[in-house]
């Protein structure tokens, strides 16, 4: 079993910056892909960015020079820092770790709501 535990979030006005971090731990024998996407109210789950164990990085176009996605490898951690937020970009942020042998594992999920 694998844990994924999300912190950051929260309300903040446009143009701000915030930060949403995930831990995962539990039955983690070699993760591969980490990552964050979101869901705005009655819209579709979306991909906003995620990174790969090598490093390389992929990003939506909307928050592309925006947000910045990183890890570190040892702890299991994948951090998601953003700035110039819009009201856009208020969401639910899901955390998303996948393993080397396929499974996916998502987080509760953390409210970012960007209202001025």
């Known amino acids: 079993q694998v844990q994924l535990v999300e912190s950051g979030g929260g309300l903040v006005q446009p143009g701000g910056s915030l930060s949403l971090a995930c831990a995962a731990s539990g039955s983690i024998f070699s993760v591969n892909s980490m990552g964050w996407y979101r869901q705005a109210s009655g819209k579709r789950r979306e991909l906003v960015a995620a990174i790969q164990r090598g490093g390389s990085t992929n990003y939506a176009d909307s928050v592309k020079g925006r947000f910045t996605c990183s890890r570190d490898n040892a702890k299991n951690t994948v951090i998601l820092q953003m700035s110039s937020l819009k009201p856009d970009d208020t969401a639910v942020y899901y955390c998303?770790?996948?393993?080397?042998?396929?499974?996916?594992?998502w987080g509760q999920g953390t409210q970012v709501t960007v209202a001025s």
């Open positions: 998303n770790v996948g393993l080397f042998d396929g499974r996916l594992y």
